[in-house]
């Protein structure tokens, strides 16, 4: 991955998991590769100039051997996006009704009254 581009984020878990993604989601091969002609690379300006010192993140480790090829795998990680994305909406509005339901019924108690 290319770690000056903009795009580029970097997260370490408390188990040491060191997580490396493209925030556009343009990287199938992440945390390994960005693609060679990727149209949305832009250099990243806070830190151009800057030294980094003893903290930088841990370089990324060799990537796994894969016979299965690449336009597969975008094809696998885009079924997955829509299952989520099929889903997600029933989720959310769960999720509100329940808070809904949960602030509705604190509202009924007046504190001035005894």
Known sequence: MREECKH????TYASGEVARF????????QPWSCPA???T????????GWSHGSL????VETA???NVPLEDRRELLEAASEIV???APDLIDERRREVDDATSKSRG????RR
């Open 8 to 11: 580029f984020q970097s997260r």
């Open 109 to 112: 108690w007046k504190f001035w």
């Open 41 to 48: 690379y832009e250099r990243r300006f806070a830190d151009v």
């Open 85 to 87: 994305n099929a889903v």
């Open 22 to 29: 493209c925030v556009l989601g343009n990287a199938p091969d």
């Open 37 to 39: 002609d990727c149209t």
């Open 64 to 66: 796994p051997e894969s």
């Open 56 to 59: 930088v993140d841990r370089p």
